[in-house]
């Protein structure tokens, strides 16, 4: 999948490439970063995080990027869609504010933002989801900022660091976002084609 560069006031996406590995395997291995996430504090090897990044961009069915801070053109986080389904026009929005010096800014429901523009504008999808911890609350706030509705609760869902959680199921359709946002994005991200 050809990827493009997605622009805003505050960040710019650019696609993921190889060299990010090392960037993402600080990321990976921070606990504060990994907290939430449904696999949990698990520390990875470079060489692991490069397998798995490779895996995840050579897929036809995923749209990975990382963004970045324009004023200090600091990377701060990775935001896809993944498991993109051409025919049921769906995906899954995957998101992480790697840099804890841009976390509680607003950065989040930004990136979010942008990738639906991207998901629904560019991709022509009809529906994006998530799932998200329970206990995440900071981040069930940020999507729902950015349009998604609590769909469902899995109770003890996931299993991470030796306890059980819940897991909030959450998404947004086509025509709700076309409908409160897709006007306001148009003219608020600026897309480029990569070169």
Known sequence: MKLEFLTSENLYLRPYEP????????WFNDPETTYYMFTGQKPKTLKQIEALMQEDTQAEKNAIFIAIEKKSSQPIG???????????????????????DFRGRGYGTEMTEMINFYGFDRLNLHRIYLGVTAENKGGVHAY???????EGLLKDDVYRNSQYYDAVRMAILRDDYYEKWHAKHQKLFGIQKKK
């Open 19 to 26: 060299e990010d590995a090392k960037l993402i395997f600080g």
């Open 78 to 100: 990775l935001v896809g869609l993944y498991e993109i389904h051409q025919t049921a026009k769906k995906a899954e929005m995957r998101i992480i504010i790697g840099n804890s």
């Open 144 to 150: 729902e900022k950015a349009g998604y509705v609590r």
